[in-house]
């Protein structure tokens, strides 16, 4: 049951105002907005809701780690790469799963705002739900994306599907914070789930792309195509001792980013001494347009300078602004200093978006697109998850100031690893090189 892309000739150069309009950049703006909204209405958001309801740091934290579901993502993918969802397959491989994956995740923020965290056990629940069918739509985008358009072709689609993906957060972030100050949280979670209608419409109309896909005639060779052999393609391609780098590389690289994105901040800005609107439209609503002037710079810094360069400044400079975090700390209540804390973290964090997702795709064999992809994207984002699951606890037995100092701690080996690594792996994909996209 393998699958090859079909061969795409090499398209010639586009200007960059129509390399960033083209129907497929619109299409990944639409698609990235998908993946963004639910993120932090199980995440970030959601510690909102739940420390208004008088929860304890290290339930918050926990609940909010829902969205560790994203990182195992890899277990399922291989039915994204393999397997025609009944009923949802006259869209298409691609489309059909993401379409399956956003009303999972319309059905489940309603579900989650007609429960509310009154009867806790089926909300915990509920809320892993929605993180497993936001999970599966990002494995169908980042499918869809890499098999759209040629990889020479990948870097305005990465920053038009990052812009999305910020929109989404100013909606389920900012927008969504700012209203919970006017009305119930469950009104808010329901007016979410209405956005969702607009990726639906927009997976509606899109074009699938186009792929030879052969289906496996036993159940073995099923198994070994769709879950052994994607595997084993990666290993093989790098060997060993570069893959095992690689691996491991990818599991440092974004501690900073992911250790901070989940429950741990929200009450660090309330206890600060910021009120919910104050958070919602300097953290949410203005810091998003910084994390978006972050995306672009990244986008054009990944095209002129390569993935090498960009993702190399990307990891020092997103991974050193944690310690942004301790000016706050010392300037509680002070809503200019929060306004430079929020640009310098954002900024960074967009900055560092594309020459990440890009340096990722330059790994994937087209032929195993979704598992791949959704196994090194689990990988970067897991030990920041696990190490903010356990962030309420550290903060607890410690100090805010020390977890965040923590979470900086994984840069230099990051960076070692990855001096070490650029010039073995750039043999084995050019995107890498210092000069190439």
């Known amino acids: 049951m393998s699958e090859a892309a079909t061969p795409a000739a090499r398209p010639q150069r586009m200007p960059i105002w129509k390399a960033f309009t083209q129907p497929a950049a619109w299409t990944m703006f639409f698609f990235g907005f998908s993946s963004g909204l639910p993120f932090l209405l199980v995440s970030g958001t959601l510690a909102y809701w739940l420390h208004a ?30 397997w025609r969802l009944p009923g949802f397959a006259r869209l298409g491989q691609r ?18 705002a007609a429960l509310a965290p009154d009867s806790i056990g089926v909300f915990i629940v509920v809320t892993l739900c929605v993180a497993f069918f936001g999970a ?5 985008i980042d499918a869809y994306r890499i098999e759209i358009v040629p990889a020479e072709a990948q870097g305005p689609l990465v920053t038009t599907y990052v812009l999305g993906y910020r929109v989404g957060f100013i909606l389920s972030g900012g927008i969504a914070l700012i209203m919970a100050d006017h009305m119930s949280w469950s009104v808010v979670y329901v007016a ?15 074009k699938e792309p186009q792929a030879h896909r052969l289906h496996a005639k036993r159940w073995a060779e099923a198994m070994r195509q769709g879950v052994v052999e994607p595997f084993v393609d990666f290993f093989r391609r790098y060997g060993w001792l570069l893959a095992l780098v690689t691996l491991l590389f990818i599991l440092l690289f974004k501690i900073p980013e992911q250790a901070t994105i989940g429950g741990i901040v929200s009450p660090f800005y309330r206890e600060m001494g910021f009120s919910r609107t104050a958070i919602g439209t300097i953290t949410k609503g203005y810091g998003v347009f910084m994390g978006i002037a972050g995306v672009f710079v990244g986008g054009i810094a990944v095209e002129r300078f390569g993935i090498r360069r960009s993702l190399l400044a990307g990891i020092i400079l997103c991974g050193c602004s944690n310690f942004l975090y301790l000016w ?6 002070n809503l200019a200093v ?14 560092l978006g594309p020459p990440a997702v890009a340096f990722l795709s330059a790994l994937v064999s087209v032929q195993h697109t979704a598992t791949q992809y959704a196994l090194l994207s689990s990988l970067v984002n897991l030990p920041g998850k696990l190490l903010g699951f356990f962030a309420g606890g550290i903060v607890m037995a410690t100090s805010y100031g020390f977890y965040f100092a923590l979470t900086v701690v994984a840069v230099l080996p990051a960076v070692l690893l990855f001096l070490w690594l650029e010039p073995r792996l750039r043999p084995h994909i050019a995107g890498v ?5």
């Open 53 to 82: 309801r008088g929860m304890e740091l290290k339930d918050i934290t926990m609940i909010a780690s829902a969205s560790l579901a994203y990182e195992f993502k890899f277990v399922w993918a291989p039915l994204l790469d393999h």
């Open 95 to 112: 489309r059909g799963w993401l379409l399956l994956g956003q009303c999972g995740v319309t059905g489940g923020i309603l579900a989650m």
């Open 136 to 140: 599966t739509q990002d494995s169908a």
């Open 192 to 206: 979410m789930a209405a956005c969702m209608s607009i990726p639906i419409i927009a997976n509606l109309v899109a």
């Open 328 to 333: 706050l700390i010392g300037n509680q209540g």
């Open 338 to 351: 929060l306004t430079g804390v929020i640009s310098g973290l954002n900024f960074t964090l967009g900055f």
């Open 433 to 437: 090189q210092s000069g190439g996209a």
